[in-house]
């Protein structure tokens, strides 16, 4: 039983080690990577949150300076309406409906938005601002990617 065992076990193992894929040379990679252009985006949309108004007014002005100091073109910078969110509680655990405490979120959002980009800038620029983000905001990120029309739509 235990010959049975090992000899299905290193089966197994031979099987394994046949499936694996082919290791790439690292300077072939480099080659391919070296021939492929940098991706080219439009737009890229930065919308921020957060509960405190003011410290997304700090951060605001933070994006906006980062900008200036890397000649990064801005497009619009847009103040959205709060989101309120209201949850009702019962002051006492178990009696007492009519006496109720109401608890209030609001969650501000404002949206920045980056233009004429490549790919390389936007990484270099998301990564250090995401990195001096504060605390209690969170952040989507949107891409609009330029690419070239097809064979079958160009004009010759």
């Given amino acids: 039983m235990l ?14 080690i046949r499936t694996l894929a082919p290791t790439v040379n690292p300077a ?21 949150r957060g509960h405190d108004k003011a410290v997304l007014k700090s ?17 619009r910078l847009e103040v959205l309406p709060y989101i309120r969110w209201v949850q009702p509680a019962l002051r006492s655990k178990f009696v007492h409906k009519k006496y ?3 608890y209030e979120t609001r969650t501000h959002i ?16 998301l990564e250090y601002i ?8 969170g952040m989507r990120v949107g ?5 070239p029309l097809p064979l079958t739509i160009q004009k010759n």
Avoid: M, W
């Fill in 59 to 75: 951060y605001t002005s933070f994006l906006q300076q980062v900008c200036q100091h890397l000649e990064i073109p801005q497009g």
């Fill in 143 to 147: 891409f609009t990617e330029l690419q």
């Fill in 110 to 125: 404002s949206k920045l938005e980056i233009l004429n980009v490549t790919g390389s800038t936007a990484s270099t620029f």
């Fill in 28 to 48: 072939e990679q480099q080659q391919v990577q070296a021939v492929l252009p940098d991706k080219l985006y439009s737009s890229v949309e930065i919308e921020y």
């Fill in 3 to 16: 010959k049975l065992a090992s000899s299905l076990r290193t089966g197994l193992i031979s099987r394994s």
């Fill in 130 to 137: 995401q990195r001096n983000i504060p605390e209690g905001v």
């Fill in 100 to 102: 109720k405490l109401h």
